[in-house]
C-alpha cells in the first residue's frame, strides 16, 4: 500500500504550521507534542501507521472553518477523524497533513420529537443518541457494532450499517440534513427537518464520501419509535451454506427481520468463550434473527421462521424469553470482533456486499481461499444484506503473514465483486479497498467520481491518498482551470 510522498516542503514548516494553528484556536486545542501525536497514527486498521503534522480539535463550526480556510489558503492536507475506529484507513494520518478531529463537538443540539428528528454534533456517538431518547420510547436505527465508540459524523462519512440496517436502511435512510463545511472554509447546510429537498441530493453525495468531500458539523437524524416488541431468535445449522439458504428463504417468504447475522463455528466458539451468550458449540452455523412489531405479529413471524429454518435442516432453535435474553444473543454478536483478538494477535476485517442468493457458495469459496492462503479465517456478517465481514486471523510479527491476509483479503474482495457484489458494505473504502477500485470501476467510471471530487475540492486537500487508486488529478483529468498549459502543483506527486 503506497501513499503518496510526502511535501518535503510543509514539512520543513511544520512549527511554523502549529504556530499559526495555535494562533486560531483556543488552548488545548493544537497537538504537536509527538507523544501525543501517537494517539492518532492509526485507526481501526491499526497494520498502517503515520504520525501527522498536528492535530487540531475546534470546538465549534466557525472554528472547524477557520482551520479548513488556512489549511486551503496555504495547501495544507488535511485528514477529518471522529472517534477513529474506521476499519478502511480512512483516518489514517498523512505526514503532511493535519489530523481535524471533530471529537470536541460532542453535544445534542436538540431533540425534537414533534418532527421526530435530533440535531447533534458530529463528535457524538451513535448510541448516545438513542440513549438521549430512550426515555420517550425512540431510537435512532442504523446501529454500528463500535457504537459505544464511533462518531455520527464518521457513521455519515462511512454511510454505516449494523444489524437493524436490513429493515431500517442505513445512515444514508436516516438523515434528515446535515451542515458541513467545504475546504475554502464555507459554510452549507442541506436537508433540514423535512423528508424532502428540492434540487440534487448534496446530502445523499456527501454520506459515504469518506471525508474527501466536506468536513461534516452538524447532523439532524431520523428517529424512529421503538417497536412494541422485539424477540430475537437463535438458529443452528450443520452448514453455513444451509444458514445462508435460509436467509435468501426468509427473505423470499416475504419477512424482513429487524436483524439478520450469520456467525460461522469459528466465530461462535471464540465469542461463546468471551462474552456467553448462550451460542450451541455443537453447530457450524448460527443465525440470530430479530423479529419486531406488535407482539401478535412477533409471534406469528417466529413460527414462520422457525419452519423456514427446520426446512433447512436448523438442529437448535431458541427463542428469547425476555429483554435481557435478547440483549445477550446481541452482546456475543456485537462483541465478536474483539473476541476472535483473543484468540489471533492480528486480525483484518473485510467489508464486501454479495447478492443473498449468492451466500452458500461465497462462504465455499472462501473456506477454499482459507486453505490456499494458509490462514485462519472466521464469518461474522450481516446476512439478510449480503454484508459480509470475513475476519482473516494472521501474525504480523512472522514475516510474510501481513501479505498474505493482504493478499486473501483482496481475493475475497475480487470474488465479492465477481458474483455480482461490491467492494465495500459499510466499512468504506480508505486506503484499504483503494487500489481494487479499478475491480469494480472502469476509468470513465472512476474519472467521473473524480469529478465530483475536484467540483469540491480542486487542490485535492481533503484527505488525499484514500479512495481513489491514483491522486486526485484534477487538471489533468482536465476538471481544474490550467491557464497557459501550467499546470497548478506541479510539484503534488503522481503515483
Ligand atoms: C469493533 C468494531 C466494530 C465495527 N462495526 C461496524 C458495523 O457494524 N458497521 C459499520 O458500518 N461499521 C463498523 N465499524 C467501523 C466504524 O466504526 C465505522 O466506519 C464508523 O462509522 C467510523 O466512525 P468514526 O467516528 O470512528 O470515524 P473515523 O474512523 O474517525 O473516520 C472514518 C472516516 O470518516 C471521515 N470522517 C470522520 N468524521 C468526519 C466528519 N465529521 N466529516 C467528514 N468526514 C469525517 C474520516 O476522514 C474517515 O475517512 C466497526 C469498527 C470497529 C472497530
Known amino acids: 500500500m503506497e501513499m503518496p510522498p510526502p511535501d518535503e516542503g510543509l514539512l520543513a514548516r511544520r512549527a511554523e504550521i502549529a504556530a499559526d494553528l495555535e494562533a486560531l484556536l483556543p488552548p488545548g486545542c493544537v497537538v504537536v507534542d509527538g507523544a501525543a501525536l501517537k494517539a492518532y497514527e ?28 488556512y489549511c486551503h489558503e496555504n495547501k495544507v492536507k488535511v485528514v477529518p477523524r471522529g472517534s477513529g475506529t474506521g476499519l478502511s484507513g480512512g483516518a489514517l494520518p498523512l505526514a503532511d497533513g493535519i489530523i481535524l478531529g471533530l471529537g470536541k463537538l460532542n453535544k445534542i443540539l436538540e431533540v425534537d420529537l414533534p418532527n421526530r428528528c435530533a440535531r447533534v454534533q458530529p463528535g457524538v456517538t451513535n448510541l448516545a443518541i438513542s440513549q438521549a431518547v430512550a426515555h420517550a420510547g425512540f431510537y435512532y436505527a442504523p446501529d454500528p457494532s463500535s457504537q459505544i465508540a464511533c462518531s455520527i459524523g464518521g457513521n455519515v462519512a462511512e454511510n454505516s450499517g449494523g444489524v437493524h440496517c436490513l429493515k431500517y436502511g442505513l445512515t444514508t435512510n436516516n438523515l434528515l440534513g446535515l451542515e458541513f463545511v467545504t475546504i475554502e472554509g464555507e459554510v452549507l447546510r442541506v436537508g433540514g427537518k423535512h423528508l424532502e429537498a428540492g434540487g440534487y441530493d448534496i446530502m445523499g453525495l456527501l454520506t459515504g464520501s469518506e471525508g474527501l468531500l466536506g468536513v461534516v458539523t452538524e447532523v439532524t437524524v431520523r428517529l424512529l419509535a421503538k417497536p412494541a416488541t422485539a424477540r430475537a431468535v437463535l438458529l443452528g445449522f450443520p452448514t453455513s451454506e444451509a444458514a445462508g439458504d435460509c436467509v435468501a428463504a426468509v427473505i423470499a417468504a416475504g419477512i424482513i427481520p429487524g436483524g439478520m447475522e450469520i ?136 514475516p510474510g503473514d501481513t501479505e498474505k491476509a493482504e493478499a486473501f483479503g483482496a481475493d475475497i474482495l475480487r470474488l465479492c465483486v465477481e458474483v455480482g457484489g461490491v467492494l465495500t458494505g459499510e ?69
Open 427 to 495: 466499512h468504506g473504502v480508505g486506503i484499504e479497498k483503494r487500489d481494487l477500485m479499478p475491480t469494480m470501476f472502469n476509468e470513465t467510471d472512476l474519472d467521473q467520481q473524480l469529478a465530483v471530487k475536484c467540483a469540491f475540492d480542486p487542490d485535492s486537500l481533503l484527505n488525499p491518498g484514500k479512495v481513489f487508486p491514483q491522486l486526485a488529478r484534477c487538471a489533468d483529468a482536465g476538471w481544474m482551470k490550467v491557464s497557459g498549459g501550467a499546470l497548478p502543483h506541479p510539484d503534488l506527486p503522481r503515483f
Open 263 to 398: 456467525m460461522d463455528k469459528p466465530a461462535i466458539h471464540c465469542t461463546e468463550a468471551f462474552v456467553n451468550a448462550g451460542y450451541p458449540l455443537d453447530v457450524e452455523a448460527l443465525l440470530i434473527v430479530e423479529l419486531d412489531g406488535p407482539p401478535v405479529e412477533v409471534d406469528m413471524l417466529i413460527e414462520r421462521v422457525s419452519k423456514i429454518a427446520a426446512d433447512r435442516g436448523a438442529s437448535y432453535n431458541r427463542v428469547s424469553t425476555s429483554e435481557a435474553e435478547r440483549a445477550n444473543f446481541w452482546a456475543g454478536r456485537k462483541a465478536a470482533f474483539p473476541a476472535i483478538g483473543r484468540i489471533s494477535p492480528d486480525y483484518i476485517c473485510m467489508d464486501g456486499t454479495i447478492p443473498r442468493r449468492r451466500l452458500p457458495e461465497v462462504l465455499r469459496r472462501m473456506s477454499e481461499l482459507s486453505v490456499q492462503h494458509g490462514l485462519r479465517l472466521a464469518n461474522v456478517f450481516h446476512a439478510g444484506d449480503g454484508n459480509l465481514h470475513p475476519l482473516i486471523m494472521f501474525d504480523a510479527n512472522k
Open 42 to 69: 492509526s485507526d481501526g486498521l491499526t497494520a498502517y501507521r503515520q504520525v501527522p503534522l498536528a492535530v487540531t480539535l475546534p470546538r465549534s463550526t466557525a472554528e472547524v472553518a477557520a482551520v479548513l480556510r
